[in-house]
């Protein structure tokens, strides 16, 4: 059963919930003082892989789960095969954990688990939202949106999931008219301090250019540029990021995972299965690895998915999604997968 909270109470309550999560914040936390650049696991590289199809998947469709939006629906949409949803990620020499939703409703019972960043994260919120959904499909929940923050709830668990739409992390202000790229500032942290769980995730944006960018100068301390390198630009970001949340976050209380470059494919149109090749290494990944590696108290996991989503320009939304979309991805579809990496990092 589905509760939409659109009264005033309701969205003062899930606004209220959201900047007290300090109350369920007070039992002493596991110290994950952990970085996993490449995967291992008892010596196994669970990037190294492929993709191997199964026939039990997926693990939710749009009738199990109602809530998936209209445009990653590819279904509804009318893709007409299936296969690309039944494909699982199958590590080299060991097995993920098979996402169990009954058991992580039940381990994240009261806690808080927020993806921070662009579509992509948003991509991978909606596809754990509905994983999470069919666990409990008789459960209430409720799915409401304030400002850029969307909140994703399990009444009977209690279980929060949201994602905060800021595709930049770094600050963007407006001064006399014009959207200042603050390069070297984050200001907008207190909600992520609270949380049990940060996933992030930046990359899309941060190459847009005329009508499609989000800011008119860039500041870095007294230096205002017109513009820049975008790869330079973007480095310059998770840089800044990364110093932040070593100063920031308490790894005793939170556990922190980036989520690697979501890649897009040129010419997606009718692809059918995984390529053959992922193609070249992505430089925007090279970048986030570097600046993870740079964080002195090493508390970060990469949820390294780029290699592996390089294979799947079948997955994406093409055009089932009234324009050629080759950034997005089908619900349910790659972002499913991502999801089991997260799973089972969170359990490894």
């Not at 596809?127 to 959904?133: E, Q, Y």
């Not at 480095?235 to 110093?243: D, E, F, L, M």
Request: proline share 3%.
């Amino acid at each position: 059963m589905v509760c939409y909270s659109i009264s005033v109470i309701a969205i003062v309550s899930t606004f209220l919930a959201i900047y007290s999560l300090s109350l369920f914040l007070n039992s002493k936390a596991k110290n994950f003082n952990e970085v996993s650049l490449i995967g291992t696991n008892k010596g196994c590289d669970i990037y190294k892989g492929s993709w191997v199809l199964d026939e039990s998947y997926s693990l939710y469709n749009t009738s199990t789960c109602p809530f998936v939006e209209r445009s990653f629906d590819c279904q509804k949409n009318g893709r007409p095969d299936k296969d690309y949803y039944k494909y699982r990620w199958q590590p080299f020499g060991c097995n993920l954990l098979r996402f169990n939703g009954t058991e992580m409703l039940s381990k994240y019972k009261g806690k808080r688990i927020m993806f921070v960043g662009d579509s992509l994260g948003q991509n991978q919120w909606l596809s754990l939202a509905c994983m999470l959904h069919v666990a409990a499909p008789q459960a209430n929940y409720s799915l409401d949106r304030i400002g850029k923050i969307y909140t994703f709830n399990i009444l009977e668990y209690n279980i929060w999931l949201l994602f905060h739409g800021n595709p930049l992390i770094v600050d963007i202000v407006t001064k006399k008219g014009s959207r200042v790229l603050h390069i070297d500032s984050i200001s907008f942290y207190n909600v992520w301090k609270e949380m049990d769980v940060l996933v992030f995730n930046t990359w899309h944006w941060w190459d847009r250019t005329g009508q499609k960018q989000t800011w008119n100068v860039i500041q870095e301390g007294n230096i205002t540029y017109r513009d820049m390198d975008r790869l330079e630009l973007y480095t310059k970001g998770i840089n800044t990021w990364a110093k932040w949340a070593d100063s920031n976050l308490n790894y005793t209380k939170t556990r922190v995972f980036f989520q690697g470059v979501s890649p897009d494919h040129e010419g997606c149109e009718g692809k059918i299965g995984p390529a053959k090749s992922p193609g070249i290494i992505h430089p925007g990944e090279i970048e986030l690895e570097k600046a993870l590696k740079t964080m002195s108290k090493s508390f970060v996991r990469l949820i390294n998915i780029t290699r592996l989503s390089q294979y799947r320009s079948d997955g994406h939304q093409s055009i089932y999604n009234n324009i050629l979309d080759c950034v997005h991805w089908c619900l349910p579809g790659v972002p499913d997968a991502w999801n089991q990496i997260f799973y089972h990092l969170l359990n490894s």
